[in-house]
């Protein structure tokens, strides 16, 4: 099992910057792909974007393409999200997820392809 926390929510004005952190623990050495989802109230969670985290390859949501970037630091077993240009619709609450499958692009889009969550960070964004 792998252990995952979020960190970098908060609240910020329409037009700022915020960076996502997700550090896991664990069976580390089994993580295929990490990805980032989001849940807004009373909406599904939604795919956000993922990263290989070998090849570095990398997939993003409709929705977030050329405002987030997804990255890893592999010696801290670490993903990021940095969210650009954010919009009060980007409110929500952001979880990290891990998968051991060595599948990629769109079977990262579902929510239930991945093993282990984190309990998420809140980004609230203001307009």
């Known amino acids: 099992q792998v252990r995952l926390l979020e960190s970098g929510g908060g609240s910020v004005q329409a037009g700022d910057s915020l960076r996502l952190s997700c550090s896991f623990s664990g069976r580390t050495l089994s993580t295929a792909s990490m990805g980032w989802f989001r849940q807004a109230p009373g909406k599904e969670r939604e795919f956000v974007a993922a990263i290989s985290w070998s090849a570095c390859t990398t997939n993003y949501g409709d929705s977030v393409k050329d405002r987030f970037t997804i990255s890893r630091y592999i010696a801290k077993n670490t993903v990021y999200l940095q969210k650009n240009s954010l919009k009060p619709e980007d409110t929500a609450v952001y979880y990290c997820?891990?998968?051991?499958?060595?599948?990629?692009?769109?079977?990262?889009?579902?929510?239930?392809?991945?093993?282990?969550w984190g309990q998420g960070t809140q980004v609230t964004v203001s307009s």
């Open positions: 997820a891990q998968t051991r499958s060595s599948r990629f692009g769109s079977y990262l889009y579902s929510d239930r392809n991945y093993d282990d």
